[in-house]
């Protein structure tokens, strides 16, 4: 859909906000120039969602690493910070290559700068080592 704001043509981009759960439907018209106007926003996050999305789309990411663990073979992590939209599968698949070895603290950082993004994957949960020695000692005995 297109508009017209004071003489320029300008498309109409619609984006749903997720700032709340009342989930208001937004309305940016944009040029190649920038933004216009914002519509249907009831309050500032929603204009500063608007914003972001147009000019930058990004999202959070959460997923898991292996995890040199016979008992826990997958550690849950997440990015610290959202990630550009159109780098979260090459994000994600580039962890698919990290193995971390416990003891791991919850928010301790896994993997810096991933893709060059200045984005930091962090854990989010810890694991001890005795974790694994636990196990051998229980695989041990099991054997018996
Ligand atoms: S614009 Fe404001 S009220 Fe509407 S969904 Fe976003 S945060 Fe909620």
């Excluded at 608007?50 to 826990?72: K, Y």
């Excluded at 993004?117 to 196990?135: F, L």
């Amino acid at each position: 859909m297109t508009t017209t704001h004071e003489g320029h043509e300008a498309e109409t981009f619609v984006y749903l906000c997720t700032g709340c759960p009342l989930g208001c439907s937004l309305e940016v018209d944009a040029t190649e120039e920038g933004i216009l106007e914002i519509r249907g926003a009831t309050c500032k996050i929603g204009e500063r969602h608007a914003e972001q999305e147009h000019t930058d789309p990004r999202r959070p990411v959460s997923t898991t690493v292996r995890l040199d663990d016979p008992v826990h073979p997958r550690l849950p992590v997440r990015a610290a910070a959202p990630v550009p939209k159109g780098l979260v599968a090459p994000f994600v698949a580039h962890l698919r290559d990290v193995v971390v070895q416990p003891p791991v603290d919850r928010g301790e950082v896994l993997a810096t700068d991933v893709l060059g993004t200045g984005i930091d994957v962090i854990a989010t949960r810890s694991m001890a080592a005795a974790a694994r020695e636990d196990t051998d000692a229980r695989l041990a005995t099991a054997d018996r």
